[in-house]
């Protein structure tokens, strides 16, 4: 059983770094608040008696050795990085209860058969540098390290320079050491659908694909006055109606198709100039990879039409694929005998956010457990769960985690 | 007869100051550059043996007495403040034409019944401290000084703070001291018509009215993956929705109808955050003043329908509002005799840019010469008129105020 008080305290804690003025966490992969949450892991970790070590890309873990020297660890964990103005919940939570899961074992003295490793990953929210998932991506390998090291965040500073600046590039390679008996990550669900349906945790199936991007948009800028429109090239023009085609397309497409632009960048931003550069980011997600194909397409589609309707030019840049992930059975039946065990009314669900298990899947058997998300709202300062789910999910992540090492 | 290669030098001695790699100008209304210019027009005014004197707006006036004490002044000028990258010719073409024209008198020992004043408005641009055409506002009387002392930049930085940073906040009222015997401006064009027509100058007729405003809209921000599209209160698909409608409004109201989306600027512009506030910018102008108000109308309305589609709230704030004007018949008769006695080829043009002589018409009879703009760009660093087309206006604005001076 894990203490409740302790890992409510350690959850605020860790919410105090970064925290914004409205209860939210901005705490930027790499960024000062970065560090400074490690730093503090780090301690956590060691006075867990954990062995710790940080790779060449930044992802810290922590391992306890299991009784029998030839069982591949169960890995457990997510990430400690945070949205610009986010939540304090997100992956933090699924961090927190890996650290309470150990210090449970400790403070009950149980050995497992496997050893257990907890890890913070780096990078997983993809605001600063992207993509998201970065840390687990070029672990497990979908991702190479020069690449991803040689990123800019919008200042065009570059990633390794951050990473070292830090202090937290590492001498372990970023790659599995061993092979891995299974990976375990709780988070919140992001979503209504547990809410919704009054359950107290989610048995996550699997998570959907996606497809990331940036369009810039090329056209001429202009004084607004005396320009006619019809001598007009107005990149923010083109823009919105991609912006407005990105709201349409999921309608035509699944019934869990989502898309978004979250970003725009409008050059040279002045109320009397037609602006010459935009540039706008895209991203669809679906449980189907022919969807977010599909997508993808018509995306691009949209840009060429409007760019041609508007007479300027434009460019695009894939910035992220993920497919849609099934996990394994052995996974998603510990995460449902757990949840059962504890008594918890549960429900299967399919992701509808990108997390570190996307990738941890193409490495090892893979499963999550999801706690529920108030309104389910996240990305934001009000993200709530309650310590009550919190404490659900996050016991059933360490009963699952404790079954798969065997005790 | 101005001195043509004193004039050519003058013009390119300003272009330095806040030059951009590009051949253009950022110099920005009170900004370091912008301090710059001022004391180097200061030293050059009175080498010129003007009388100089700065108002409390930071308005810069020189002074050259006329033969006769009981005549108004005539006052020549424009504006050497610059867009951000915007063009070396815009308004600092008619500051330095007026220099040249009073150099010329001196040289040529020219003494004119009226007095002559030539004068750099603050802050004509608008881009950096809103409204545009601040400082020949303030001193005509559409803008109370209080209020515009308060204005702030992005940065929250005060229109007062900086006047008195950089030094110009002067002694003088920021109005008129005495009667005006008339204003004249020269600016180039900055639209196509003059090139088009294969003309060599324009005699300005009047100048557009308009209406400049923000509009911002406030959703909800949250994860843009597992948020169904149905959940979602989307502000920059709102604001996606005005930008589409600004294009669209001028062709349905008059054959010279503008509107332009300038600026956009979201929050928390992440590419996996639903946007949860974006503030746009509208302009409109036309010569028509219920056209504008027809337009002003409009993209209210398109907001509001933006809003109630996407479920968020909205604001709006109109930031400035010029009427039309046509400018006195003394004034478009002494540049159009000046641009005949020069034997140029010259059309009757009305303007599509707002300028200082909006204001100055509420003062005294005003009008205005346009130079020709290369492919109509302007507020762009390859804003361009050939040094043959800023000689002829140039010319023909100093004849013109010489005629109207009296010698
Ligand atoms: N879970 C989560 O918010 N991950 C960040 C990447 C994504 O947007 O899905
Ligand atoms: N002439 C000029 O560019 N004035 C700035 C204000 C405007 O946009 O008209």
Redesign the pocket.
């Known amino acids: 059983r894990l203490d409740r008080e302790r890992f409510v305290a350690t959850m605020e804690e860790q919410a105090r770094i970064g925290a914004t003025e409205a209860g939210g966490l901005h705490r930027l992969a790499l960024s000062d608040e970065d560090k400074e949450v490690r730093d503090w892991f780090t301690e956590r970790m060691e006075d867990a008696g954990l062995a710790v070590r940080v790779d060449e890309f930044g992802n810290m873990f922590g391992r306890r050795e299991g009784t029998n020297p030839d069982a591949n660890p169960v890995l457990v964990g997510s990430h400690l990085d945070s949205q610009p103005y986010g939540g304090i919940y ?1 992956g933090q939570l699924g961090v927190i209860a890996a650290l309470e899961f150990v210090r449970s074992l400790n403070d009950a003295g149980v050995e497992t058969t496997h050893p257990i490793e907890i890890v913070n990953w780096t990078n ?3 605001s600063r540098f992207q993509p ?2 970065q840390g687990s991506g070029v672990w497990a390998g979908a991702q190479d390290i020069e690449t991803e090291y040689a990123k800019t965040d919008e200042d065009g500073v570059s990633f390794v320079s951050e990473l070292e600046r830090i202090g937290y590039r590492g001498d372990d390679p970023a790659e599995p050491r061993e092979e891995y008996e299974a990976y375990l990550e709780l ?1 919140i669900e ?1 979503g209504p659908y547990l809410e919704e349906n009054g359950k107290e945790v989610g048995v996550v199936t699997g998570i959907v694909g996606f497809t990331w991007g940036g369009l810039t948009f090329h056209g001429e800028a202009d004084h607004s006055g005396p320009t006619p429109m019809h001598y007009r090239s107005d990149a923010l023009v083109a823009a919105a109606d991609v912006i407005t085609a990105v709201r349409r397309i999921p309608g035509t497409l699944g019934e869990r198709t989502v898309g978004t632009v979250g970003y725009a960048k409008v050059h040279p931003n002045s109320i009397n100039i037609i602006p010459d550069e935009v540039t706008i980011t895209w991203g669809f997600r679906d449980p189907d990879d022919e969807i977010i194909q599909e997508a993808y397409e018509r995306v691009l589609a949209e840009a060429e039409h409007a760019a041609d309707r508007e007479g300027v030019d434009w460019e695009h840049e894939e910035r992220m694929r993920a497919p849609s992930v099934t996990f394994a059975d052995t996974c998603v039946d510990a995460v449902q005998t757990a949840a059962d065990d504890l008594g918890l009314d549960s429900m299967r669900i399919f992701s509808g ?3 570190d298990a996307t990738h941890l899947h193409s490495v090892c058997d893979t499963g999550m457990v999801f706690a529920v998300s108030e309104n389910g709202k ?2 934001n300062e009000s993200e709530y769960t309650s310590w009550d789910d919190c404490y659900a999910a996050a016991s059933t992540l360490a009963e699952a985690a404790v079954n798969l090492a065997g005790r």
Do not use: C
């Open positions: 997100d997983e929210e993809g998201a998932m988070h992001q956010a990108g997390h996240s990305h």
